[in-house]
């Protein structure tokens, strides 16, 4: 009997997901080791597999989702890097682009560049656009400022030269300089982790790969020792922020892939589920104790983005607001995300009103109900106080709750300031947070021109099922689908995750009038590429699938945007496809005649599974025994209502709102005049239709 482990880092915790033949599930959730977060995985793995007999030779994959290279960005704690460019280009990386996130607030200042000036060197060379080469390399320059750098001490370099995606022999050769004086030095050349123009987006990315490596390299050394040591000899595989896997020697070379794993699993998931209930259009919710997420998955196909920004002060769900942060031209699923979580801290305002994060209690000292210390009311501390959460114990009683000491903090904090009762200042912190996650909705669906009525609301991570009936109500939407070991659904979307390869080179045509076969040429060279790279990772033909796309945009765009493709496709194809997504997308589109222009072409390989990677049914090996009935607070209109607590298994049959569900890693709400009953694959499905 074999098993497959996931392991997810989250702020608060750490899920962990092992999954064995009939889709046994087994579940485990111990508090995130912060500085070592390699520790809590290890220890937690060794806790779940005592608790549930398994042995770690029965293992054959272990899965993993990160945050450690997104908090060495956040937290300025990556590696002392060094940039070369070309003569004249190496303020790019802090002249950025004009786009700015707070157009009228004079105080907002540019992040600082992660790699300071006296680090970035300029180096006698020109390539031209259609990659001639107009100046040749001054190595004695590239020799010296080589040299100049290792003299610094910087435990990587970047390497990024103009046009060098149009020819890299310049890079190239760099790369080999400064092999033969640093041997083992990390070294980043933009030709191998960005092959595309735009100078800050390819500069930024380069540069954020150099900085990442040493840390994700020496993380993942670390945490594979540990896992062999405990009896692991599983191959690790990491999730990649475009929602596939790769191995852990790969994400060490290309890290930049790596930055937001964590969100991606979660909505991987909410995709496998969607197409196992039939489901074409869903929304994935996903809230933990720090932070909310929102994907879309339409047509059965997850939503991604070309690029996106990492830090920068900004943490809010609006597309309309960029240019914070740095910036990552990469592949990710398209997520908005809010600093809106359990241990999100509820505070009063200059003016008095009362305000819901982003800055979180953590896991460590945690809601005031966890009697860590902390005296800060949270989003826990106010479900506490309005009866939702147990008032005893969460986590399976694992986790000792004071749910007097929740109503005394906000009484003294918020509700005493306000004068308000200790319940209604806690059910508009509520509301408050649940307003916060409903613009990071808007943001994938309304503001992308999609209708969030026409999608399901999926929700899930520890908090997710406790706000989403309440604002898919807000937003019009009739159903809520809560997956089994909602808590750890996105340790459980690693599990439903293929390896992937995720290749992209610039290739700028004029649609009109170009020659298919050049464009099939280009395209069928990529995709060959794909396979190749999937093949090192010992996968035969026969497994691998290959998927093929490009950007486009209209003659004068500074954007793109990216539609799949076909073997054999004209370019006229592709481009009447491009414009019905740009109609699609911004409301219109260019007459006939209006020039379409290819930017890049794109394949992404993915490595199938010798068998299906999910069952036709999720198991959770604990039910949680219900427990007597409680008051719960629904508002000034309802106010206390006694309710029923259940748990999963008892809604077998369909089950009236007011009702809580407690189950070990996560607690659903089901509204008045609502409805709760589960579906084939053990999803709780909430139906709103005739809710008020």
């Known amino acids: 009997m074999t098993w497959r482990v996931s392991a997810d880092i989250g702020g608060t915790f750490t899920d962990l997901v092992a999954i064995g033949p009939g889709g046994a599930l087994r579940t485990k959730k111990v508090s995130s080791s912060v500085g070592d977060y390699g520790r809590a995985i290890v220890e937690g793995l060794g806790e779940l597999f005592a608790e549930c007999g398994i042995a770690p030779d029965q293992v054959e994959e272990v899965l993993h ?26 303020d790019v990386l802090e002249i950025r682009t004009l786009r700015m996130p707070r157009l009228y607030d004079l105080r907002w200042e540019k992040p600082a560049p992660l790699v300071p000036r006296h680090l970035r060197l300029g180096v006698t060379e020109r390539v031209n656009h259609r990659g001639e080469v107009e100046t040749p390399l001054d190595e004695a320059e590239a020799v010296t400022a080589v040299e100049a750098l290792l003299a610094e001490g910087v435990a990587a370099i970047a390497v990024c030269l103009l046009h060098s995606y149009a020819n890299p022999a310049h890079e190239r050769r760099l790369g080999e300089i400064i092999a033969a004086r640093a041997p083992g030095l990390p070294v980043s050349l933009s030709v191998d982790v960005l092959p ?22 020496r993380y993942l050394t670390a945490l594979s020792g540990d896992l062999r040591e405990a009896g692991l000899a599983a191959p690790l595989l990491l999730m990649q922020s475009s929602g596939g896997l790769m191995p852990a020697a790969e994400a060490a070379r290309l890290p930049v892939h790596v930055v937001e794993s964590g969100p991606a699993a979660g909505v991987i ?73 359990g241990g999100s801290v509820i505070w009063l305002d200059a003016a008095g009103a009362p305000q819901v994060g982003p800055e979180s209690a953590g896991a460590h000292p945690g809601p005031v109900c966890y009697g860590k210390g902390n005296m800060q009311p ?20 694992a986790l000792p709750i004071d749910a007097a000491a ?20 806690a059910h508009g912190a509520h509301l408050i947070a649940a307003s916060n996650m409903i613009r990071a909705i808007k943001a994938v669906t309304s503001e992308r021109g999609r209708d969030p009525r026409a999608f399901a609301l999926v929700a899930f991570g520890g908090n997710g099922p406790l706000f989403a009936a309440g604002m898919a109500r807000a937003l019009g939407m009739t159903r809520v689908v809560v997956p089994p070991s ?45 396979r190749a790279r999937l093949a090192t990772q010992g996968f ?57 222009e290819f930017v890049t072409l794109q394949a992404v390989g993915t490595g199938l599974p010798e068998r299906d990677r999910m069952p036709d049914r999720l198991s959770p090996h604990a039910v949680t025994p219900a427990v007597p009935a409680r008051a719960a607070y629904f508002g000034r209109a309802l106010g206390w209502l006694e309710t029923r607590v259940l748990s999963r298994d008892a809604l077998a049959a369909p089950a009236p709102g007011p009702a809580i569900i407690e189950e070990y890693d996560c607690t659903c709400l089901v509204p008045p005049g609502a409805t709760a009953a589960l579906d084939h694959f053990n999803n709780i499905v909430i139906d709103l239709q005739g809710d008020s």
């Open 65 to 90: 989702a990160t945050t450690v290279a997104s908090n060495a960005i956040l937290e300025h704690k990556g590696a002392r890097t060094g940039l070369i460019t070309t003569q004249g280009f190496r």
């Open 196 to 217: 595309e123009m735009k100078e800050y987006e390819r500069t930024s990315t380069t540069v954020i790969n150099a900085y990442l490596g040493p840390i994700l390299g």
């Open 269 to 341: 998931g909410v995709q496998m589920l969607a197409r196992r209930i039939g489901l074409p259009n869903a929304i994935s919710f996903d809230m933990g104790g720090t932070t909310a997420k929102a994907g879309v998955i339409e047509n059965g196909e997850v939503t991604r983005a070309g690029e996106y920004s990492v830090g920068g002060g900004i943490m809010v769900g609006s597309r309309l607001l960029s240019g914070a942060g740095y910036q990552l031209k990469v592949p990710a699923i398209d997520l908005a995300e809010v600093g809106a979580g």
């Open 378 to 397: 949270t989003v826990t501390d106010a479900n506490v106080a309005l009866g939702y959460l147990n008032p005893v114990a969460l986590v399976g009683g």
């Open 406 to 425: 929740s109503r005394a903090a906000i009484a003294d904090r918020i509700a005493a300031p306000l004068g308000l009762s200790v319940e209604e200042a």
């Open 486 to 530: 909602a808590g750890v659904f996105s340790a459980v979307g690693l599990l439903a995750s293929d390896v992937e390869v995720h290749l992209s080179r610039s290739w700028r045509r004029f649609a009109q009038g170009l020659d298919p076969a050049a464009l099939e040429t280009a395209a069928s060279a990529l995709a060959e590429e794909a």
């Open 540 to 596: 035969p033909p026969a497994r691998i699938q290959v998927r093929r796309a490009s950007t486009l945009r209209y003659q004068g765009q500074s954007f793109e945007l990216a539609v799949p493709m076909e073997a054999g496709d004209t370019p006229d194809a592709v481009a009447e496809r491009y414009g019905a997504e740009h109609e699609r997308t911004y409301g219109h589109r260019a007459g006939a005649g209006e020039p379409v």
